[in-house]
């Protein structure tokens, strides 16, 4: 049986966290799904489709292996998307106690939903203080994203809004 998961998030933007979480996901699974989900308590910056085409260059830059599909869902619950696809297990990176409490009641939720799993990887420390936020937050005011994204992704930013 093939082992599929699926690593959900906003990537609004992917950073170098997310793509180290993803990286080493995709060495414990047949199948990994980076998917782009719409997260409505959340004012986006940019939009769905420029997610995913940003995380596709930033996967097809890095050491993950063609075993990473990345995908969007904007629609319906989570667990659908992975029911839909065969997965069992979502994968969450948990940067701090913060993380932990904020992924715990979604952990227990998808499982009581779905029976979906949940495993929370640690990022490298190096990445531990790296947040999407934090990453907007500089870009929009014209700081240097560089150290904190994939080179896909800092390159758009600073053609982007500069
Ligand atoms: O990167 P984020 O914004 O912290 O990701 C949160 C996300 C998108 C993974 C979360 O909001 C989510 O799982 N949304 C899907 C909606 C859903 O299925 N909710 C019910 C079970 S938690």
Redesign the pocket.
């Known amino acids: 049986m093939r082992r599929i998961a699926v690593v959900?998030?906003?990537?609004?933007p992917a950073t170098l966290g997310h793509l180290d979480v993803i990286e080493r996901a995709a060495g414990l699974f047949d199948e990994l799904h980076v998917l782009v989900?719409?997260?409505p308590?959340?004012n986006a910056l940019l939009p769905i489709a420029q997610r995913v085409s940003l995380l596709e260059r930033a996967v097809a830059e890095s050491g993950a292996g063609g075993n990473v599909v990345v995908a969007s869902?904007s629609v319906?619950?989570?667990?659908?998307y992975c029911t839909d696809v065969g997965a069992s297990v979502l994968v969450?990176g948990i940067r701090s106690q913060v993380d932990v409490a904020?992924e715990t009641?979604?952990a227990i939720?998808?499982r009581n939903?779905a029976g979906v799993e949940t495993i929370f990887m640690l990022p490298d420390p190096a990445h531990a203080h790296v947040s999407?936020s934090l990453v907007r937050q500089v870009a929009a005011l014209g700081g240097d994203v560089a150290p904190y994204v994939p080179r896909a992704v800092a390159e758009f930013l600073q053609g982007s809004l500069r």
């Open positions: 959900p998030g906003s990537f609004d989900v719409h997260n308590d959340k869902w319906g619950l989570l667990v659908d969450k904020y009641p979604m939720v998808n939903l999407s």
